[in-house]
């Protein structure tokens, strides 16, 4: 973790942020999209960090290494007008490979715990794959437990598919 910052993210980052999804995307298999990134272009992204950067329902941190995105992590409440469901939050992170077991995402999960509990969660979500060890190990070191199984979670190519597990954290 040396020499690495975090902070909430801002609407200037948009284009930092879609680069960098591109080049964690073509890292590995576990996320949702792979090395073209997510469908969003940089306008757009910019309005969704101006609006969900930091908000009662969503919290996107980066960690900058010497100014350079290399991480990011998010929280965003599951449903903000269905009451019933507003005591969760969904969690997501990702760490370029350069920077992986320098305890990043720990140190952004931790973060995003905190910014969760802030904003009255009671219960943390996630999926992850199941062949994904070392980012199961991450989140269970930090009290997150099995709590499902979900079959086809990812297509890759039609015949091609991954399970997750959901990953739950109880505040
Ligand atoms: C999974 C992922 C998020 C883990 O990120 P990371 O920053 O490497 O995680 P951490 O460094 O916090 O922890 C990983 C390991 O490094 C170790 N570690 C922590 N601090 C460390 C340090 N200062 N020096 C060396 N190792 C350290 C941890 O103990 C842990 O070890 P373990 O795997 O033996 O338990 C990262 O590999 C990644 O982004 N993968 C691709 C995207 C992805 O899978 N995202 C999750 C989708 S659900």
């Known amino acids: 973790m040396k020499n690495i910052t975090m902070r909430p993210l801002r609407a200037t980052d948009a284009q930092a942020v879609l680069a960098f999804l591109k080049t964690v995307g073509g890292q590995t298999k576990n996320l949702t999209f792979g090395s073209k ?7 757009e ?3 969704y960090l101006d609006m969900n950067a930091e908000s009662e329902d969503s919290c996107e941190l980066g960690a900058f290494d010497g100014g350079e995105l290399v991480a990011n992590g998010s929280i965003k409440r599951v ?6 469901m507003a005591h ?6 990702s760490v370029r490979k350069s920077h992986w077991g320098q305890g990043i995402a720990t140190a952004l999960l931790k ?3 905190q910014e969760a509990r802030i904003r009255g969660a009671e219960v943390m979500e996630l999926e992850v794959l199941c062949s994904n060890t070392s980012a199961i190990r991450v989140y269970e070191s ?3 437990r099995i709590v499902g199984t979900y079959e086809k979670y990812f297509r890759y190519a039609p015949g091609e598919y991954a399970d997750a597990y959901w990953m739950n954290l109880y505040l």
């Open 37 to 43: 990134g997510i469908s969003v272009d940089v306008q």
């Open 45 to 47: 992204e910019r309005c």
């Open 79 to 84: 449903s903000c007008c269905r009451p019933r």
């Open 88 to 93: 969760r939050f969904s969690v997501a992170v």
């Open 111 to 113: 973060r995003l715990i």
């Open 142 to 144: 930090l009290g997150f």
